[in-house]
Each structure stands twice: as structure tokens, then as C-alpha cells.
């Protein structure tokens, strides 16, 4: 199994541009969820879905947009990328609302707003 | 949301164990604790979790207090490749069962 994918791993984006993180993983977790990782801080909830057609707001949204349309893929989607969206930008999947089952995490992309 | 704080950093020496130290005092009754660790901005690591009785799996250990106001995870014979930020994490139940992150522990493992 790949677990969580992410594309692409590194992106350079002009102010004003738009684009879609992808985000696939393929353990059939319901729950899915997109983080921001800025320098020297621990990562922060952007936007989360528990479950195909279900999405809501995390701890940052601003900024972002998210669909889920099948149980595999949670894109996220900057419509006018700004500087303050430099961050590295993690995905992750969980098996269900359980509190007792551990997360699993992609790989990142890096993006960077110029 | 409960917050974890945790030391800025920690030296180990090669084979010895690493005790990281986390304290979650606002933590609620069914609020997990999770350790993982981020090696050279990669995506996080599980290591560990628990409630409120200790763990152990074959990566490490995880005491909690009786109380849950603090934890510690311990890498029983620390390797140069146990290099990495460790976060202690606490799992709330709302917003999808959010990771709340703190800065965590960078952990050098020495020769």
C-alpha cells in the first residue's frame, strides 16, 4: 500500500495564481485532513472531511477551498495564492472517528508564493 | 483544545535511553495522547498512544501520570537515526478528531 500521496512535493506559485494540492490515499479511511507546517511551529488544521461529501473548517481555512468527492481524494485548492500561504502543507487519513487510531500523513508539499 | 508544552530540545547520548517530557494539563477525559516525530521536514512519524494506562510498542514507551496532566515517551536505546522533532500531541474529539500540534522537542542523538 502507497498509504497517504501527495502532489507535487515542491511548488513555486506567483502572487494571484491558483492551484490544487493533491492529496490520495488508498487505506479506505474515511476521515481526511489537510495541515500547514511555517517555520519552527507544529502543524495546524486547515480544512477536514469525515467522509465523501463531508467537508468543514479546521483552525485556519482562510484562503483555501477543499472537495471530497470520492473516500480517496481530499484536493485543496488556493484560488489566489498570497505569501502567507509559504508553508509546507501536509495531508493526512484516518480510519473512522475513532480517538484511538493513529493518523497517517503524506510526505508534504512544499509551496512557495512569491 | 488542550495544548502540550514540551522542551525546545534534548541531547542523548548513542544507546542510552531518551526520556522527552510533555505536559498536557488541560487535557479532557477522552483526549488521547499521541507522540510523532518529523525527521527533516518529512511528513510525521506515529510512534505511540495512550489514554491513561502506559504503553509500549516496538519504536518506544509512553508513562502517564495517574493524573494525565503529563507524559513522557522514552526510546529505550536512542540511535543516531532517532534524530528528529518529537511532538507530543494531544487527539480531541471535535473538528475531526484534530492533532493539536506544540512546538515540540528536537532530539539530537551523540556518539
Known amino acids: 500500500n502507497a498509504g497517504v500521496t501527495q502532489t507535487p512535493k515542491f511548488q513555486v506559485l506567483k502572487t494571484g495564481q491558483s492551484m490544487t494540492l493533491q492529496c490520495a490515499q488508498d487505506?479506505?479511511?474515511?476521515?481526511m485532513s489537510w495541515y500547514r507546517q511555517d517555520p519552527g511551529m507544529g502543524l495546524r488544521l486547515i480544512h477536514y472531511?469525515?467522509?465523501?461529501?463531508?467537508?468543514d473548517q479546521g483552525e485556519v481555512p482562510n484562503g483555501y477551498n477543499v472537495s471530497r468527492s470520492t473516500t480517496e481524494d481530499f484536493p485543496l485548492r488556493l484560488l489566489s495564492a498570497a505569501p502567507s500561504q509559504t508553508s509546507v502543507y501536509f495531508c493526512?487519513?484516518?480510519?473512522?472517528?475513532?480517538?484511538?487510531?493513529?493518523?497517517?500523513f503524506g510526505q508534504g508539499t512544499r509551496l512557495t508564493v512569491v | 483544545d488542550a495544548k502540550t508544552t514540551q522542551p525546545p530540545s534534548m541531547d542523548c547520548a548513542e544507546g542510552r535511553a531518551a526520556n522527552l517530557p510533555c505536559n498536557h494539563s488541560?487535557?479532557?477525559?477522552?483526549?488521547?495522547v499521541y507522540w510523532y516525530r518529523q525527521i527533516h521536514s518529512q511528513g510525521p512519524q506515529y510512534i505511540i498512544h495512550?489514554?491513561?494506562n502506559n504503553e509500549t510498542n516496538e519504536m518506544a514507551s509512553l508513562i502517564i501520570t495517574e493524573d494525565r496532566k503529563s507524559s513522557t515517551l522514552i526510546l529505550p536505546h536512542a540511535t543516531l537515526r532517532d534524530t528528529a522533532v518529537y511532538y507530543c500531541?494531544?487527539?480531541?474529539?471535535?473538528?475531526?478528531?484534530?492533532?493539536?500540534f506544540g512546538q515540540g522537542t528536537e532530539l539530537s542523538v551523540k556518539p
Open positions: 488541560t487535557i479532557s477525559g477522552n483526549e488521547y
Open positions: 493526512a487519513s484516518t480510519r473512522g472517528g475513532n480517538l484511538n487510531t493513529e493518523a497517517f
Open positions: 495512550g489514554l491513561k
Open positions: 500531541i494531544v487527539r480531541v474529539r471535535n473538528q475531526g478528531g484534530k492533532l493539536i
Open positions: 472531511s469525515v467522509g465523501a461529501g463531508i467537508t
Open positions: 487505506m479506505n479511511h474515511e476521515y
